[in-house]
């Protein structure tokens, strides 16, 4: 069967512009992509009125599999109180002491959440149970909403725990219990979390498990977080907000995407991260929601495009790009995140003449229609 997804009146497809253009979808995956007068003949036709079309939104950084809620320490920070780690240990409590029903059923809102306004790739971590069987059955619930789980023991260090007791189970009896249910392992190195020593171990705990790295690297102060990124090869290294100028040249060297969370800094009432700067360097840089009931409970990619164009120093082409290839990068995904021949067949059609439209139109519900391999899914 063979869908020909034509009347698009811009298609980005996170490379190029195209004016007229139409889309071929056979089974998952795109067929053809072309001018729309060249269009192929097919099964069937779906006319989308001269509508901009992208690629599906990727979110590469998110943490979906919680309980409780902390409006009580938003509205302290918007009341002039500074935004910490130590948070992250009141999600802790709530997650540990909720069913897995409960857990699960968020966690899917929070994706059909996504879904809606165009993310059609997820990566969710854990890193709210921080015990073995509240790690292992987070990541278990994860595998039930997408391919792109994360391990993510090493979030804090729970109350009351020594710290290098922790890691030793982080990095051994947790792991083992999570590596099964997990493609990522990942680690917060920054002050108030794990320091540089700590953050190497564990990770090449997890690479010897067979899990693939990235950090949480450089959000609240400068610190090793990003040059261990690149130095272990990292997919990501994620919020890098505070940059030396020898950080920005590892990554720029490198293969590992600078994965920056708007988000966070909206919440947090924090300095933004310089797009512009790693762009100008030559970095690849991704976006995402860094969804999570602390620091960025948003899960709206197009909110997070329009704050990297507002805050960012970027370009609505740039952003959208981020959210969407780069955010693939990211993921070290070659398959989604662009509209070509053989990608798999996510498409986002919105309510606008083209993306830029994202960003000057912001907070408005532009995501009309929504294609996930292939099938329309909104």
């Not at 798999?344 to 960003?359: C, T």
Request: with cysteine; hydrophobic share 40%; glycine share 8%.
């Amino acid at each position: 069967m063979s869908t020909l997804i034509d009347g698009i009146g811009m298609l980005f497809d996170g490379q190029v512009e195209r004016l007229d253009a139409a889309v071929v979808v056979e089974g998952e995956r795109i067929a053809w992509v072309g001018p729309s007068s060249e269009a192929p003949a097919c099964d069937e036709r779906h006319d989308v009125g001269r509508r901009c079309v992208i690629p599906g939104f990727v979110d590469s950084h998110a943490h979906l599999v919680f309980a409780g809620d902390r409006t009580f320490e938003f509205n302290a920070r918007m009341s002039g109180q500074s935004y910490t780690a130590g948070g992250i240990r009141t999600t802790v409590e709530a997650t540990r002491a909720a069913g897995e029903a409960e857990l699960a059923t968020r966690a899917a809102a929070l994706v059909a959440e996504m879904t809606a306004q165009g993310t059609t790739t997820v990566e969710i971590k854990s890193g709210y149970g921080l015990t073995v069987e509240d790690e292992r059955r987070s990541l278990e619930i994860a595998t039930s909403l997408t391919d792109e789980t994360t391990y993510l023991g090493a979030h804090v260090v729970p109350a009351g725990a020594d710290a290098d007791d922790y890691v030793r189970t982080v990095t051994g009896e947790m792991l083992r219990a999570c590596a099964p249910y997990a493609k990522w392992v990942d680690v917060f190195c920054e002050r108030g979390a794990f320091d540089g020593d700590q953050t190497r171990e564990i990770l090449q705990a997890g690479i010897k498990a067979g899990l693939l790295p990235r950090v949480h690297a450089n959000q609240l102060t400068e610190g090793p977080g990003v040059r261990i990124a690149v130095e272990l090869d990292a997919a990501s290294a994620d919020h890098c907000t505070h940059l030396t100028d020898a950080d920005v040249d590892a990554l720029a060297s490198s293969d590992t995407v600078a994965t920056l969370l708007p988000g966070a800094e909206f919440s947090t009432r924090s300095p933004y991260p310089d797009a512009r700067r790693l762009i100008d360097a030559g970095v690849t840089v991704a976006i995402a929601t860094d969804c999570n009931p602390g620091s960025s409970f948003t899960s709206s990619m197009p909110f997070c495009v329009a704050l990297a164009v507002r805050e960012m120093g970027m370009t609505p082409m740039e952003a959208v790009r981020a959210a969407t290839y780069g955010g693939a990068r990211a993921l070290r995904r070659d398959d989604i995140g662009q509209l070509r021949e053989g990608a798999r067949a996510d498409l986002v059609v919105l309510d606008a003449p083209s993306f830029v439209h994202l960003a000057y139109r912001p907070g408005v519900p532009l995501v009309r229609q929504v294609w996930r391999a292939g099938e329309r899914v909104r």
